[in-house]
């Protein structure tokens, strides 16, 4: 199956459509992990605090593809940061994993209270780019002024950033601010959460995949809700990281490659956007919010 790729600004090309295996409990991991495998996906989103890189591991290898067929990302969690403490940290996730590299790791949120960790962390990562350990490295969770911090401080533009982005929070500056930079953008929970908050903090539940003019698109192009979503992401040159444990959905969010919506129904799509949020903003972040949440296996 051929699918689409994104060049990144190391030249590198990396596949759009993407498997996430966020809050995948480690006894289904490397079960679902192969069924996406088989599916057709070749990338997969792991992370040190998702506590299921040893499976994602057994998955690749029990696979029978090549490891170099496989585009493997993984992420260091907020504890891990510091000059020094990062390459400890990637040393065990290689370890948990079984692999000799990564594809690619990123930066799981910017700490903006002690930033000088975040610096230091990148540091790091920017040492293991040459020393080949990783092939590209990133960001997750950034604000644009996060970026213009980290930019001024270092050596390497991060090659991704990857953000919570769904058509009820469209990021369009912020993806702006990544195409002047040559930063690629991916969307973790592309589909949106179960929850989401708007800016004002309302907290009732929204669920992106009822909404109306979703919903009437998927009937009027064949489609479910989730793959018009996908569609969508593709479309405006996001790549996406969909998860699910259900064999019939992992297949379905790969199956979007055989439509386009019209240039009327992503402008209908770009007018979704509420700047509703299902996850913390990363300008709230803490070291000490999250310090149990790093591996524990």
């Known amino acids: 199956m051929n699918q689409p790729e994104l060049l990144l600004n190391n030249g590198l090309r990396m596949p759009q459509l993407g498997f996430g295996v966020f809050q995948i409990a480690a006894q289904d991991c490397a079960g679902v992990v192969k069924t996406a495998l088989e599916a057709g996906y070749r990338l997969v989103d792991t992370a040190q605090t998702y506590c299921n890189e040893r499976e994602v591991g057994r998955a690749i290898r029990e696979s029978g593809l090549a490891r170099e067929d496989i585009w493997v990302t993984t992420k260091i969690w907020v504890t891990e940061y510091g000059r020094g403490k990062t390459h400890k940290s990637l040393d065990a996730s290689l370890e948990r ?12 949120f910017p700490v903006p209270s002690v930033f000088e960790r975040t610096i230091g962390a990148w540091q790091d990562l920017e040492e293991e780019l040459t020393d080949g350990r990783v092939r590209a490295i990133g960001v997750c969770n950034f604000h644009t002024h996060h970026l213009e911090r980290l930019m001024e401080a270092c050596t390497i533009v991060p090659a991704v950033n990857q953000v919570e982005l769904h058509p009820y929070l469209s990021q ?3 993806m ?7 930063i690629a953008t991916q969307a973790w929970s592309p589909l949106g959460a179960v929850m989401l908050y708007d800016a004002a903090g309302v ?8 909404d109306r003019t979703i919903c009437a698109l998927a009937q009027r192009y064949g489609k479910s809700p989730a793959q018009i979503v996908l ?4 479309q405006r040159g996001v790549a996406v990281i969909p998860k699910s444990v259900h064999a019939e959905r992992i297949r379905q969010n790969l199956d979007i490659l055989d439509f386009a919506l019209s240039d009327r129904d992503m402008e209908l799509m770009n ?9 913390l903003d990363p300008d709230d972040v803490r070291v000490d919010t999250y310090a149990t949440r790093m591996y524990e296996q």
């Open 97 to 108: 994993l079984g692999l000799e590299y990564v594809d690619m790791v990123l930066l799981h």
């Open 172 to 174: 369009q500056p912020l």
């Open 176 to 182: 702006d601010f990544h195409r002047k930079h040559g």
């Open 203 to 210: 907290d009732k539940p929204v669920h992106l995949l009822e």
């Open 231 to 234: 569609r969508w992401h593709v």
């Open 271 to 279: 007018g979704l956007n509420r700047n509703m949020r299902g996850a």
